[in-house]
């Protein structure tokens, strides 16, 4: 498995050395950038999993960047700022940013924060998997049951998706929340078991090879019809 590799943005290098010192302790490889025009030279030339931008920046700050990544990359962004409004959220969702962090922050909180989208990402970046008649394409967000194409609402696809991509493992509840809702979810683990229903009724009534068990105490696994 190659090295995750992390781009940090930032013109304040104190700031870049601390989350540069909170991701190498992680085991990630990291790149750092004084700017978003640096930044961009970077993201043209590396292969980059994750970016961490700041917004106030010269030359090309992290508004600017966001937008410009946005037009040609499929890149997870996390916003760091000393900013706390809502206006500054809003703006950076609307451009296209996947997390946001406010400075100063704990480096568990951040560190959270960077693996729980790395995760996320993973659903998306993935492309195809098939078990039995049972296809998902995480690149077209398309379920091929047969013949026969399906339509999922997206947190139903990626469930199914990282059930599908682990045939026979457990994910408790937990797990399913962290890797597909993140930190910030604010439900509880009842709305797991109805996405789980959603999904069963769905494939129970195509003829499907593969169903979702419960594992009582523990949680969810997907498996061929004659391993259940």
């Known amino acids: 498995m190659s090295l995750i590799t992390i781009l940090i943005v930032d013109d304040d290098p104190h700031i870049r050395e601390l989350i540069n010192l909170y991701l190498t302790m992680e085991g990630y490889n990291v790149l750092q950038a004084n700017d978003g025009e640096e930044a961009m030279e970077l993201v043209r030339q590396k292969e980059i999993h994750l970016v961490v931008v700041d917004i106030m920046m010269p030359k090309k700050d992290g508004w600017d960047l966001c937008r410009e990544i946005r037009e040609d990359y499929d890149l997870p962004i996390i916003m760091v700022?000393?900013?706390?409004?809502?206006?500054?959220?809003?703006?950076?969702?609307?451009l296209g940013t996947d997390d946001y962090i406010v400075k100063p922050f704990e480096a568990k909180e951040f560190i959270m924060r960077v693996k729980a989208l790395l995760r996320r990402n993973k659903v998306h970046i993935e492309k195809r998997v098939s078990i039995g008649n049972l296809t998902i394409d995480s690149k077209s967000l398309e379920v091929i049951l047969g013949d026969e194409?399906?339509?999922f609402p997206l947190k139903e696809f990626q469930i199914l998706?990282?059930?599908?991509?682990?045939?026979?493992?457990?994910?408790?509840?937990?797990?399913?929340?962290?890797?597909?809702?993140?930190?910030?979810?604010?439900g509880n683990e009842r709305t797991v078991d109805s996405h789980i229903k959603k999904i069963r009724k769905k494939l129970e009534g195509k003829s499907s090879d593969v169903s979702i068990t419960t594992i009582r105490g523990l949680g969810y696994r997907l498996g061929m019809e004659q391993d259940d």
């Open 81 to 94: 700022t000393a900013k706390g409004e809502s206006e500054d959220k809003v703006k950076g969702f609307e």
């Open 149 to 151: 194409r399906m339509d």
């Open 161 to 186: 998706y990282k059930l599908a991509s682990n045939p026979g493992l457990v994910f408790s509840r937990e797990q399913l929340i962290d890797e597909i809702w993140g930190i910030d979810f604010e």
